[in-house]
């Protein structure tokens, strides 16, 4: 029996610890709330055959001991990747990254998939761990795994079968010393592929393109607007088209915005891969719904409707809501993670009737909003979700407005996810705007 220390008991600490339980080793959970410290944990170490890192986790003296003590530093999705080619499980893993859009492609993937017969789950990043996944399903044809760069970083053999970059813009400075840091870990999805294996190109993401100039692995390429020649499925404006045939026109989609057209390139081209036939795509792209949390139009009080995109925990997330919802209200901000705000000010400018600003985040903001000109009394600092509604519930009558959280950061400075942020958010609409129309 071996004894394997992980780090962290969220989701993916947890799901660690049921793989290592179901293959008879030991697991030794080392978590400051509901396991032993880390101090206490470096007594261990001598003991320790495998160390397993949870993302969230920080790289504190503990991990350096493991580096000194010659102890492996995986990841949980290593963990899980390893077990699952020592099984000789057929299951197939499409791997997922990106600043934007990575959990709608995940997610209607694995529905597109599962709607044409085959046994598929998501995980990672959504849902359950890649771990817990594999103990409770071992029957499953693909497993769509959303992965987060903090879950790429202590890749060593997983290697997907299909794995695709949504596309890449500055996110978690605070975590990384430079944007480069953070673009390279995303990298790690598709460095262990081979021949036998698919990546898909962003042909409009040039952070992407000058990054990928030695490819091990088969690759086509999806565009929108530019390099068409190269790509196997691109959008022409009005049509989406795969293999120079005419998939489905733009109208038809019942995912809205360029940012979503984008998204639908990957879903396509990873069931062209399956052969899923061109009938079953097209009903699934007319009829599939937004995810909840990314840009949820859930409440409507007389000719205001709500927006609920707290799943907007980056800049470029809160762009592409600012340019699908122009002339709303916003309501912006959270946890400071040190980003460069001037572009989004210059947006807000341009696109939004007012702003309400909420969060550690919030001075920063506003600060940058009065630099670029945006008007002091446009300018809201209520620091919560539920004081900035009470004000809006005293302004707004009967004209049409939209009014859309996205806050453009992450919650944990007010909230545990950005999932209890967005219920919170909708509760506190409903109870303020009373009579109103869910949608």
């Known amino acids: 029996m071996k004894k394997v220390m992980i780090f962290g008991n969220g989701v993916s600490g947890n799901g660690a610890k049921k793989l290592v339980d179901l293959q008879g080793n030991e697991a030794i959970i080392v978590d400051d709330k509901s396991g032993i410290s880390s101090e206490k944990a470096e007594k261990l170490l001598d003991d320790i055959s495998l160390f397993i890192k949870s993302p969230g986790v920080p790289y504190n003296n503990l991990l350096k001991l493991c580096g000194e003590k010659g102890i492996e530093v995986i990841d949980e999705i290593e963990l899980a990747y390893r077990y699952l080619k020592e099984k000789g499980l057929k299951t197939k893993i499409i791997a997922v990254t990106g600043s934007n859009g ?38 499953l044809d693909c497993i769509v795994l959303e992965c987060s760069s903090f879950q790429l970083e202590n890749i060593k053999k997983f290697k997907p079968n299909i794995s695709l970059i949504v596309n890449l813009s500055p996110d978690h400075l605070n975590r990384y010393e430079a944007v480069e840091d953070y673009y390279d870990t995303k990298l790690n999805i598709f460095k262990n592929q081979n021949l036998d294996d698919l990546f898909i190109v962003n042909l409009n993401d040039e952070k992407i393109l000058e990054r990928i100039e030695n490819l091990k692995c088969r690759s086509f390429g999806v565009t929108i607007s530019k390099n068409l020649e190269a790509a196997k499925c691109y959008y022409d404006g009005e049509y989406i088209i795969y293999d120079n045939k005419k998939i489905i026109k733009d109208s038809s989609l ?23 036939s061109d009938e079953i795509i097209v009903n699934f792209l007319m009829k599939t719904k937004s995810l909840e949390h990314r840009m949820e139009r859930f409440y409507k009080w007389n000719n205001t409707v709500f927006v609920n995109d707290s799943k907007g925990t980056n800049l470029e997330s809160t762009k592409f809501a600012i340019e699908a919802y122009k002339g709303s209200v916003l309501i912006c901000g959270g946890k400071d993670k040190g980003l460069p705000l001037e572009d ?96």
Do not use: C, W
């Not at 529905?111 to 998501?122: C, H, K, N, W």
């Not at 008007?375 to 919560?384: Q, R, V, Y």
């Open 102 to 139: 990575k959990t709608t492609v995940t997610s209607k993937i694995q529905e597109l998939l599962s709607e044409a017969g085959l046994q598929t789950a998501f995980a990672g990043n959504i849902g359950k761990s890649f771990a817990e996944l594999l103990v409770e399903r071992s029957d």
């Open 254 to 276: 019942s995912l809205k915005g360029e940012h979503n057209i984008e998204n639908i390139l990957f879903i396509i081209s990873v069931a062209k891969e399956f052969n899923i």
């Open 344 to 439: 989004l000010s210059k947006l807000i400018k341009e696109n939004i009737e007012e702003v309400y600003l909420i969060g550690k985040m919030a001075g920063r903001l506003k600060d940058s909003l009065l630099a670029v000109g945006y008007s002091l009394e446009k300018i809201n600092s209520l620091d919560t979700i539920e004081a900035s509604i009470k004000e809006l519930r005293k302004k707004i009558k009967d004209e049409e407005k939209i009014v859309l959280l996205s806050p453009s950061t992450s919650s944990f400075d007010q909230f545990k996810s950005f999932e209890e942020r967005g219920e919170v958010f909708k509760k506190i609409v409903i109870e303020n705007f009373e009579q109103g129309e869910r949608l």
